[in-house]
């Protein structure tokens, strides 16, 4: 499944998705652009219109940094 972020902090994400999941089952990531590769679990999933927001929260002592811009 692919799916767009909405957006991320340095423990998860929001992602935009055409597919529901279920809440609490766990998740494998990859955002390249952002450099963040791991696991989550899915902590929200709420229909918007005809799509589904999902609320990640990422697992395994995963966290996110924005890059520092040069």
Known sequence: MSATVIDVSESGMR?????P???HS???IRAEKLGVQGGASVRSCLKQKTSWVI???FSGGLKWKPKERT
């Open 15 to 19: 992602v935009l998705s055409r597919e």
């Open 21 to 23: 999941l279920r809440v």
């Open 26 to 28: 766990y998740v494998s």
């Open 55 to 57: 609320g990640l929260e």
